[in-house]
């Protein structure tokens, strides 16, 4: 079965440092990878997504992440976090597109000034 | 993308009533979903709304509990039966649209609270 585990519940990171957000999965065949934020009293909105091809994929507001499969990881990225990106991340999983997807526990990420 | 309207936004209910979740969305959508959020945790699965037919249910959610309809393309709905405090969530309904990227867009969630 699929599986999603993202090892960190709270992450703090200053204003203007970098970010990384780790996330392994558990699938066997070649996964859809999606990393998702919610913000607080919000719903759900797709930072990127994975399905095929290169490796490092490039989403909104300056987040990247890259999919190694040697590591089973998908780890999102952020070469400088500013005081909005202050959320929950979830990153999720499916076995193809456009069908349902399984989360992560998720990662609170609070930014310090 | 797909605009998704989740109504009501949020409510209060007392134990042993039900409550019903509206989804509508502004265009064609080929796959919708329930979702459950429990107070600080992730998004489970509740079950694939199926048009005209019986919504396919996850491990561990019932009919019962959880009945589903979706009428048409654009619209469903979530209740929540014989309410208890354990039921005390977000629920937030998914779809695919029907045009863009296979990926799942959300609605803004439902957050129900049980006394």
């Known amino acids: 079965a699929q599986s999603v585990t993202q090892p960190d519940i709270h992450i703090t990171v200053s204003e203007g440092a970098s970010l990384e957000l780790r996330c392994n999965y558990s699938?066997?065949?070649?996964?859809?990878l999606f990393w998702y934020v919610q913000s607080p009293g919000q719903g759900l909105q797709l930072l990127l997504k994975y399905f095929s091809g290169d490796t490092l994929v490039q989403g909104i507001k300056g987040f990247e992440a890259e999919f190694k499969r040697s590591q089973s990881s998908f780890n999102l990225r952020k070469p400088s976090v500013h005081w909005s990106d202050a959320a929950e991340y979830f990153c999720?999983?499916?076995?193809?597109?456009?069908?349902?997807?399984?989360f992560g526990k998720g990662t609170t990420l609070s930014v310090s000034s | 993308s797909a605009v998704i309207s989740q109504k009501p936004s949020r409510d209060i209910c007392q134990r042993g009533t039900s409550l019903t979740i509206q989804c509508q969305v502004d265009?064609?959508?080929?796959?919708m979903f329930w979702y459950r959020q429990q107070p600080g945790q992730s998004l489970t699965l509740i079950a694939t709304?199926?048009?005209?037919?019986?919504?396919?249910?996850e491990s561990g959610f019932v009919i019962d509990k959880f009945p589903i309809s979706r009428p048409n393309l654009t619209f469903s709905t979530l209740t929540v039966s014989n309410l208890s405090p354990e039921d005390s969530s977000i629920y937030l309904c998914?779809?695919?649209?029907?045009?863009?990227?296979?990926?799942?867009?959300f609605g803004a969630g439902s957050r129900l609270t049980v006394l």
């Open positions: 709304a199926n048009q005209g037919s019986e919504a396919t249910y």
């Open positions: 265009s064609q959508v080929t796959m």
């Open positions: 999720a999983v499916s076995n193809q597109a456009g069908t349902a997807l399984i």
């Open positions: 998914s779809v695919v649209p029907l045009s863009g990227a296979n990926v799942l867009t």
């Open positions: 699938y066997g065949a070649t996964p859809y």
